[in-house]
């Protein structure tokens, strides 16, 4: 699932968003949803990969309620992310690459396993943790 969204983050750049890709699938590993950043190419300050694959997947099903599903994404979901995850009762998050700027999901905060909240998803975390940093790195690097 990282791998595929590896290949959507590999999109972003062209509209120069960050690439970082999300993939949604149900139960059964059937892919729901698929989406890259495009903050960039919608003028949306929402439009994160994340949001984007959720919002797909509510539609595919015909409900907000996630329940069942997995969200694989290549970088740690930030704090809008993550809530947007737990609202949607995604049952478990699987990321590659620690965000410890903006990471929502274990370095900056954990959103995602907060004990105050009604909803905690399965967080694994590191899933081709290496092949999503070097995206990042080589997307950044060209602005240093």
């Not at 791998?3 to 059937?30: F, N, Y």
């Not at 949306?44 to 099903?61: K, M, S």
């Not at 995604?90 to 929502?104: D, Q, S, Y």
Request: with cysteine; charged share 25%.
């Amino acid at each position: 699932m990282v791998r595929r969204a590896l290949q959507l983050a590999a999109a972003a750049p062209r509209t120069g968003d960050v690439p970082i890709g999300a993939v949604v699938v149900d139960a059964d590993g059937v892919e729901l949803a698929a989406a890259c950043n495009a903050r960039e190419a919608l003028d949306d300050p929402t439009a994160h990969a994340e949001v984007l694959a959720l919002r797909a997947a509510a539609a595919v099903r015909g409900q907000w309620r996630l329940e069942g599903c997995t969200l694989a994404v290549t970088i740690e979901p930030c704090t809008m992310c993550a809530g947007a995850i737990g609202l949607a009762r995604v049952e478990r998050v699987v990321f590659g690459a620690w965000e410890p700027k903006t990471g929502a999901a274990g370095s900056l905060w954990d959103v995602l396993r907060d004990r105050r909240l009604n909803h905690r998803p399965e967080v694994v975390a590191g899933v081709l943790a290496d092949e999503c940093a070097a995206l990042m790195e080589s997307f950044f690097g060209g602005y240093r």
